[in-house]
C-alpha cells in the first residue's frame, strides 16, 4: 500500500466531549463493526477495559485501523480526563493528525485547551469537529468564536449547520454549495444531497467566499486566476485547504452530532482529504521506530510503536537505542482495540503492536543495529498525589513489586517510591481518579491486597537564598581511609527549573573523574529535603573547589561528603514547602455562583475569572489541591447536583506558614 494513502490520526477532546462514540461511528460506518456500541452501554468497541464500561469514560488509548476511500486509517481514541492525560500526550508524539472534538453546548473546555497545546507541542495538524449539535443550547457559532478566543488560531468553516437543537438535521457543504441532510438518526440510512435551503444561501455563499480569500493563496496560479476573476475548482480548494491545515495556518471546521449519526462520513473524508500522510521516501531508509505504548497480559507484554523509517519483521532483531541492548521481535499485530490481526512486516508509516520485546518501555528508541539513532522522547508530567500503600500478607509482598513493576511499565505518569521509616511503598499520580483505577487493578488483575492510606499532596521543598557550604570527609585513622573535602555554593533557581549542577573547579583541585560522583550525592539528598522528606527541586549547586587525597579519595567518599554538604547547606539557605497549585474551572447555574466563590475562597482560592455562559457562569480560579480533596461533595451539596468541575495541576506555590508548620510537624 503507498504511504499516501495512510492516515495516522487521535481523537482528543475534554471528558465528555464525544470521542469513543464518534469512534464507534467511525468503525460501523467504515464496515469495521456491525453494530454502534454506546458509551452508556458499556458495549463500545474501543472501550473494552472493565473499569472503563463499568465508570463510562475512557482510561487507556485504543488503537484502530479502519478503511475508508482508498486510505487506511489508524486511528487512537484518548481519554478525557487529565488524570490519564499521559495517554494523550504520547498518542500525539506519533500521529500525523487529530480530531480535536468541542461540546457544541460547553464549547473550549479546559482539557481541550491543555490538549490542543500539547498537539501544539507536537506539531500534529487538526480537524475539529463541533459535537453534540442536538444538545439543548447548542451554538455552533458561538463555540466557533470560543475556538478563536481561547486557542488563539483561525477556524476554516467547511460546514454550516441546518437546524438547531432537537431540530438539527444536517449540514452545508460551503466548498461544494450542497446541503448534506440526514433524514432520520438510523446510522443506516445515507446522507441525502440537496439544494441549500432558501434562508441558508447567502450565509453559505458569504462562507464560501470568506473560504476561497482564506486559502487561495497557498497557490500562486489559482490566485492569480481568482484576482482575474476566474473562481477556483473544488480540488484546487481542496488542496490549498489540505496544505493550509498542514501548516497549522488553519483549522477546518466540521460539525455534527455523533451520537444522532449526523456529521461521521463527511468528517471521514476530511481526514482523508485534508491531513497529512506520513512523511513520505523513508521507507528505504535504515530502522527508525518509537515505542509509546506498553501493554501488559497473561502472555507478557505488547509494545505499540510507530514505525518512522525503515521495516520491521518478526525474527528481526534490533537496537534499543536508549539501553544499548538487541531485542528480538517474535511477533507483529495490527491493533483492533483489544483484538489483534498478525502482520507479516509493518514499513514507515505504520503503527503496530511488537512481540518478544523485554527490556523496552515508553519512550524508547528501536532502530537498525548498523545505524543507531535516538528520536525525541515523550514528555511526562510530574505526579501531585501520594497515597501509601501496604501490602496485607507476605504473599501479597512478593507480587505487589511484580505487579507495580508491570503497572508502572504500562503507565509511566505513576511512580513508586520507598518509605525507609514506615516501610510503606508510596505511589504517586496526577490525581485521586487515577490512583483509584490503579488501586482496583491491582486487585482485580494482579490479586494483590493491599490497605490503603488517605491520597496525600506531593509537597517539594526547595531554598530561599544563597549559601556557601565546606564539608570534610576524613577518616584516616588505621588501614584503608576515607578523605573528600567540597565547598558547594547552593542557590535558588525560578520555579520549575528542577535541578542544575555544575562545576567551577580548575587545575585538578578535584579530580575529574570524581566530580560526577558529587552531582549523584546531591541528587540523592534532594530525594529526601531537610524540613519534611519531601523532593527538593528548584536550585542549583555548583561544585566550587574543594581537596583529594591521592590513596584515600574515591567516588563513594566524593558522593557521601557531596550529600552531607548539600543537606547542611539545604538547611541553611531558609528552606520552603511548596505545594502543588490546580487549575480548576467551575460550571454553575447563575444562582449558585456566589456559593461556589464563597466556598472557592474559603480553599484559599484565588478566583481568576467568571464568565456569562448559557443560563450559568463558568468560574476559573487557582486553588492548592490540599483544599481539594472531596470537593466533587461539597459541590454537589451547594448546587443541588448542578454545579460540575474540572482542575489540573498548573504549579508549585510556597505553601503559607501554617499549613508547611502543619506538614512539617505530621512528618
Ligand atoms: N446528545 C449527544 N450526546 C452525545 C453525543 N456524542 C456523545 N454523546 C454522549 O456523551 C457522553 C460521553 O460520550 P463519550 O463518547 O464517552 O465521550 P468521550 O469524549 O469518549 O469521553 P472520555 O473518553 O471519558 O473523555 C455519552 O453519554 C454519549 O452518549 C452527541 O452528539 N449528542
Ligand atoms: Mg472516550
New binding site residues.
Partial sequence: MRTNQLRNIG?I????????????RILYYTGGSHRIG???NGN?Q??FDPQ?RK?????NSAATTVYWKDARINII?????IDFNIEVNRSLRVLDGAVV?F??VAGVEP?TETNWRLADKYNVPRLAFI?????IGADFYRVVDMIIDRLGVTPLVLQLPIGRESEFTGVVDVLRQEALVWTTDSADVPYELRSIPPELLEQARAYRTRLIEAVIDQDEAALAAYLDGVEPSDDVLRACIRKATATGRFVPVLT?????N?GVEPLLDAVVDYLPEPSQDAADAPLAALAFKIVSNDHGALTFVRVYSGRLSPGDAVLNANTGKKERISRLYEMHADKREERASAEAGDIVALVGLKDTTTGHTLCDPAHPVTLEQISVPEPVIDIAIEAKTQADQQNLAKALHAMLREDPSLRVAHDADSGQTILSGMGELQLEVTLEKLRSEHAVDVMVGKPQVAYRETIGAAVEVRHVLKKQTGGPGQFADVLLRVEPLERGAGMQFASEVVGGAIPREFIPAVETGVRNAAKSGVLAGFQVVDFKVTLVDGSYHDRDSSSLAFELVAATAFREAAAKAQPALLEPVMAVEVTTPANHVGDCIGDLNRRRGLIRSQDQRNNGAVIEAHVPLKEMFGYIGNLRALSSGRAQYSMQFDHYAVAPANVAAEVVKAA
Fill in positions: 481523537i477532546a475534554h471528558v465528555d466531549a464525544g470521542k469513543t462514540t464518534t469512534t464507534e454506546e458509551v452508556h463500545t474501543m472501550d472503563e465508570r463510562g469514560i475512557t482510561i481514541d484518548t481519554p478525557g480526563h472534538l461540546d457544541g482539557q459535537n453534540k449539535l442536538d444538545r455534527g452530532s455523533a451520537f444522532k449526523k
